[in-house]
């Protein structure tokens, strides 16, 4: 199993749509959890953390879940700004692992 | 404040050749990490600085991979005999005290 697994996508979404990405990690040990944002030919930059007890930010929801090694993503609203590569991030003793990362296409 | 910024941008070289990859972390993180991502594919770890201490070396693909990192700042990525499977885009990270790592633009390596 991989460390951190997501779904490649692409997502194709019309503007002001909801969507979600899922994320499950191997390691139980793992202490943090991100979300990455990458624009095409970029590098990676934080989104926001991840906490058990969920955390928002405007349209972006994150949650996880530690029994089931599982972290989602929530967008609402959709933005054509946020079309771009979102990677999941988990952190065990100040080593970051990504997962390989999922396209979102928002479009007109 | 400044980012973590990378030279050179953009690097062609021969395959056998040797390749310097400059990294200057955002001044005060005591974290450094280098990582690469190849075309399509996720960020692969490569070495970690903390401090002083020992670098992390458990991510380097191979010894003709080597890093150091001088007076606890600026850091130099060394690719020795440059092979064709070494293309790829080179991110430098830095890091404070928490888990928050920032990335810098990235040496994009084409090894011909």
């Known amino acids: 199993r991989k460390e951190v697994e997501q779904d490649p996508g692409p997502f194709n979404v019309p503007e002001g749509a909801t969507v979600a990405f899922n994320c499950t990690y191997s390691n139980s040990a793992s202490q943090s959890f991100f979300w990455y944002r990458q624009d095409c030919r970029k590098e990676p930059k934080l989104l926001m953390s991840?906490?058990?007890s969920g955390n928002e930010d405007g349209r972006f929801t994150a949650q996880l879940n530690r029994a089931s090694q599982y972290i989602s993503l929530l967008i609402r609203d959709s933005k054509l700004s946020d079309s771009a590569t979102y990677l999941c991030v988990v952190n065990k003793y100040s080593t970051l692992t990504f997962g390989k990362g999922t396209m979102l296409l928002v479009s007109p | 404040g400044a980012g973590v910024s990378q030279s050179p941008s953009n690097k062609v070289t021969e395959k056998g050749k040797d390749v310097e990859l400059r990294c200057d972390p955002i001044?005060?993180?005591?974290?450094l990490y280098w990582y690469r991502q190849s075309l399509g594919q996720g960020l692969e770890f490569l070495i970690y600085f903390q401090g002083n201490s020992a670098p992390d070396k458990s991510g380097l693909p191979s010894d003709r991979f080597s890093a150091e990192r001088t007076g606890g700042s600026v850091s130099t990525l060394t690719i020795q005999r440059t092979q064709q499977e070494d293309s790829a885009v080179y991110l430098c990270?830095?890091?404070?005290?928490?888990?928050?790592?920032?990335f810098g633009p990235g040496t994009r390596l084409t090894v011909l």
């Open positions: 990270a830095s890091g404070g005290d928490g888990d928050t790592q920032y």
């Open positions: 001044s005060g993180h005591t974290a």
């Open positions: 991840v906490y058990s």
